[in-house]
């Protein structure tokens, strides 16, 4: 039983829960990676990038996973296997972005956005499950975004990546309430990561706009508040989602787009 009235120190919220994070070694993944370690997990950093990833690991007392989510060969690796099945919280954000008209969109990229945005994590949470069910504690936060609840022209693998993962996600809380497991989304709009920085030129060619115009005019349009969000704002969220405060959230979707959704 949880003592809502106990005070509960952010240092030792999350004391003995081990943390598998994909995309962990920078923008929002590596904001998280730090805010769950903060908070007393022991965090597995999981990131492709493996200097960037040791270094995440290193600088947070945590162990370091490299490993390509697109290769099927890494996805049932022994050390992927080993890591899930301690997990207690399971943090579902690597992913990738590809601007195109759907007429042009290459139907490999179309299928590689998919392959890593929603069959990974199906591939991660369906591992990490039965560990999660036997401790009977699990908590599995799925980074999705604004463009999980809405959608936006040129961005059509993305778009389809996070509205499944939205669905993967409700499937989860439902079979995993009862196991004392939550699974929920977190939406951010645009946040400052090199994922949308990288975005600005595409955003111009596709819109026929100079690129110093793009968040004006393009990405912050929809958004009641004019600014890029932090990582560390969606950090401190999943990191919410993740505490035994959370316990009766589940199969929830977190908006945190400057009122974009609220449209």
Not at 139 to 166: C, D, M, Q, T, W
Not at 246 to 262: E, F, K, N, P, Q
Request: charged share 20%.
């Amino acid at each position: 039983m949880i003592d809502l009235h106990a005070p509960t120190t952010d240092a030792a919220a999350l004391s003995g829960r081990r943390a598998v994070v994909t995309g962990g070694a920078s923008g929002i993944g590596l904001a998280v990676v730090r805010a769950l370690a903060a908070r007393g997990a022991h965090v597995v950093v999981a990131d492709r990038d493996r200097d960037a990833c040791e270094a995440a690991a290193a600088e947070v007392g945590g162990t370091a996973w490299t490993v390509d989510l697109l290769d099927p060969a890494s996805v049932a690796d022994d050390r992927l296997a080993e890591a899930l099945a301690e997990a207690d919280i399971l943090v579902n954000n690597a992913g990738i972005q590809h601007v195109s008209p759907i007429e042009d969109f290459d139907p490999a990229q179309f299928r590689q956005i998919m392959a890593l945005m929603l069959e990974a994590p199906f591939l991660l949470v369906r591992a990490a499950l039965p560990g999660m069910y036997a401790r009977g504690f699990g908590r599995i936060v799925n980074v999705s975004s604004v463009h999980g609840l809405r959608a936006s022209p040129f961005k059509a693998a993305y778009v389809a990546a996070k509205h499944g993962l939205e669905g993967l996600s409700k499937v989860t809380a439902l079979e995993g309430g009862s196991h004392g497991v939550t699974s929920n989304c977190v939406n951010p709009g645009y946040v400052r990561t090199p994922l949308v920085e990288k975005q600005l030129t595409d955003q111009a060619r596709v819109h026929g706009i100079p690129e110093a115009d793009v968040l004006a005019k393009i990405m912050l349009t929809e958004s009641a508040i004019k600014r890029l969000i932090e990582p560390e704002e969606v950090a401190s969220l999943v990191a919410w989602l993740a505490s035994d405060e959370a316990a009766m959230v589940t199969g929830a979707s977190y908006t945190m787009d400057g009122g974009w959704s609220a449209r």
